[in-house]
Nanobody, 118 residues
């Protein structure tokens, strides 16, 4: 079955960095579009970044709130997708989830908490 396991969250000061990892299994990772979402308390879950496979290599897209600060990447040898987060702000505080859509069904990890606070 599809499994997604996130790690790398924690408490960081404003301006700091974190790298989230999502180890996957149960599907063909190398051809799958992978996404990172986040959900802050009292807010809807929102899309943060997507990495898709194209004929010319990987293509990435970002929410406007994180563009230029976050980078999504993947390692097909490890079936892992990453989210490098730099210049973190208090408003980045949320639970971060990785996700994959397979045959129209979204699969989610358990999430990892990111708290940005001084």
């Amino acid at each position: 079955q599809v499994q997604l396991v996130e790690s790398g969250g924690g408490l960081v000061q404003p301006g700091g960095s974190l790298r989230l990892s999502c180890v996957t299994s149960g599907f063909t990772f190398s051809s799958a579009a992978m996404s990172w979402y986040r959900q802050a308390p009292g807010k809807e879950r929102e899309l943060v970044a997507v990495i898709t496979v194209t004929g010319a290599g990987d293509s990435t897209n970002y929410a406007s709130a994180v563009k230029g600060r976050f980078t999504i990447s993947r390692d097909n040898t490890k079936n892992t997708v990453y989210l490098q987060m730099n210049s973190l702000k208090p408003e980045d505080t949320a639970v971060y989830y990785c996700s994959v859509a397979i045959w129209g069904m979204n699969h989610w990890g358990q999430g990892t908490q990111v708290t940005v606070s001084s």
